[in-house]
Antibody
Framework: QVTLRESGRALVKPTQTLTLTCTFS??????????VSWIRQPPGKALEWLAL???????YYSTSLKTRLTISKDTSKNQVVLTMTKMDPVDTATYYC????????????WGQGTLVTVSS | QSVLTQPPSVSAAPGQTVTISCSGT????????VSWYQQLPGTAPKLLVY???SRPSSIPDRFSGSKSGTSATLGITGLQTGDEADYYC???????????FGGGTKLTVL
């Protein structure tokens, strides 16, 4: 059974750095073709993809946010970590992690999401 | 502004059929598989269609996907009130080296 769960601070102040952890089970990021992405969704708005890390530790980032994002993995803990620097109120959103198997394009399992509010 | 273009909303009566379009370019839809996601109110997105026209085993065959050139379409037959949700298309963009989504389409079942 594949599950993913996001965790991290729910409230951050402007200019602070956000650190989110995706803890997963039911698969391994050591498996060929396996990837994990981070996606966010501001309240009432569309999905926005942020970053992806694959089984070979290759990393891909949203063009508009790449200077602020870092994605990493700890396969021994079955975790993927996303850091986002210089948080701003416009970064208030629900943040999701999701799995892509077999080097495909689809995100087949998603976490429940964690709401991050940026406010002083 | 989303890389993929979807209509903001569609509506139809229960039992009817509806289609949702997703338009892109040769760097995304034109050369990569398309996926579709359903997001019910207050929940995480769920994969409905992958690889243009394949369904996870848990998804009923009322949902179907197709692709032609740089556009993709999600079809839903036998509409039910429980289908009211936001629907998103997504794919890989080789120019951006990024996953891209459409802006989402809100389905209302009248």
């Amino acid at each position: 059974q594949v599950t993913l769960r996001e965790s991290g601070r729910a409230l951050v102040k402007p200019t602070q750095t956000l650190t989110l952890t995706c803890t997963f089970s039911g698969f391994s990021l050591d498996t060929s073709g396996m990837c994990v992405s981070w996606i966010r969704q501001p309240p009432g708005k569309a999905l926005e993809w942020l970053a992806l890390i694959d089984w070979e530790d290759d990393k891909y980032y949203s063009t508009s946010l790449k200077t602020r994002l870092t994605i990493s993995k700890d396969t021994s803990k079955n975790q993927v970590v996303l850091t986002m620097t210089k948080m701003d109120p416009v970064d208030t959103a629900t943040y999701y992690c999701a799995r892509t198997p077999n080097s495909g394009n689809s995100l087949d399992y998603w976490g429940q999401g964690t709401l991050v509010t940026v406010s002083s | 502004q989303s890389v993929l273009t979807q209509p903001p909303s569609v509506s139809a009566a229960p039992g009817q059929t509806v289609t949702i379009s997703c338009s892109g370019t040769s760097s995304n839809i034109g050369n990569h598989y398309v996926s579709w996601y359903q997001q019910l109110p207050g929940t995480a997105p769920k994969l409905l269609v992958y690889d243009n026209n394949s369904r996870p085993s848990s998804i009923p065959d009322r949902f179907s996907g197709s692709k032609s050139g740089t556009s993709a379409t999600l079809g839903i037959t036998g509409l039910q009130t429980g289908d009211e949700a936001d629907y998103y298309c997504g794919t890989w963009d080789s120019s951006l080296s990024a996953v891209v989504f459409g802006g989402g389409t809100k389905l209302t079942v009248l």
